[in-house]
């Protein structure tokens, strides 16, 4: 993996505000476990909990912090679905299985909801999600999605918002209509993660920091233990969970080939005062636009607004970040033009060559979830929960997710990186024109 140990979070705007400050400890001396979950993201803590309510005895190992990666630095948008079309699942499935999909990518969002009501997390949930179109070919593409979604999987809850009424949703002439989502929203991704953390030591899951994982012995039979090992210690288990997604690296080398790790980048202005933040988007929806390479806002509890993208596929942060992602804000919000921007910080997500998710085994008790490829916030909470029905012997949902067939970046280790960034080139193209 990459050298994360002892490192803290990150100076974003999201630890700044964290509301849980606690720490936790390395792993040291040997534990023996149910399961032992490595990565202490969305993934691995949803796992967790899944597994401790059930009655497992679970051991949780992770390199830096909880929430340290990807789920403690996203832009807190929860999005219904997948990243990938449905199509993408019917070349590889029924009809029947792919309106299971459906439900299970609407039903991500409902685990969101159920787990801060129950658990009683702050970290500022807030329904509705808006597609803006930037061109009129895209408003024709939000249109059809729309019936299709009505059609094909009986979903009408898509409202379809014509140009003049934009104004109820952002305050900008950028756009020319957008698809409204009532059961998507947004929330504070890092204050989310660490409450499920809380809720998963609460249910009886122990959470070790700073425990990178140095050695991994699998066993290949079904009623074999595995063994992981940190610096300071190691953890005997029947099963294992791999919940590391951009930072797998050499734990599973089959599997690091079938993800990328892209760059994504997250700024937050200084706060703009109540009145002037609901003015830029009155109804406090997360937006995202319609390109390929997208940028994804909203606004903050405390009045700021907080702006993503500068999608980076080549692993380069760009430079003088806060400016650049702040000259991109002013092309929607050209009015914020005196508003300074006081975080920039960026972070890895994992993408699959398909968008659509990894999930599956490697071994008959070796278990793993990666390539969320921007649907992390929810898509993780519903790997979780597969995987622990799973893990507890009922697997029906979790292998329909084994008939997707996922390839490995091409160019091998030196070039992938190298033809990804010219593959994006050519939609970036495509956005412009």
Known sequence: MFDIANQE????????????????????????????????????????????????????????????????????????????G???????????????MWQMGQYSLEIIKQRVARHQIDCDLTLGYLTAANKPRHVAELKDWQQEAADRYGYHDFRYVEAGQMGEHIQSSRYVGGLYDPDSGHLHPLNYTLGLARAAEAAG?????????????????????????TAEGEVDAGHVVLACNAYLDKLAPKLRAKIMPVGTYVIATEPLGEERAQALIPSNVAICDSRFVLDYFRRTSDHRMLWGGKVSYSTFQPYNLAEAMRADMLKVFPQLADVKVTHAWGGFVDITMSRAPHFGRLTPTVYFAQGFSGHGVNITGLAGELMAEAIAGQSERFDLYGKLKHHDFPGGKLLRTPALVLAMMYYRLKDYL
């Open 9 to 84: 979070h990150i100076d974003s705007w999201y630890a700044a505000t964290a509301n849980d400050r606690q720490t936790r400890p390395r792993l040291q001396g040997k534990l023996k476990a149910d399961v032992c979950v490595i990565g202490a993201g969305l993934t691995g803590i949803s796992t967790a909990l899944n597994l401790a309510e059930r009655g497992y005895s679970v051991v949780v190992l992770e390199a830096a912090r909880v929430g340290w990666a990807a789920s403690g630095r996203n832009g807190g948008q929860m999005i219904y679905g997948f990243a990938c």
């Open 86 to 100: 449905m199509d993408t699942f019917a070349k590889d499935m029924p009809d029947a299985d792919v309106q299971r």
């Open 205 to 229: 899951a122990q959470l070790f920091e700073h425990s990178m994982v140095t050695g991994l012995t699998l066993s290949p039979q079904a009623s074999g233990r595995h063994t992981v090992k």
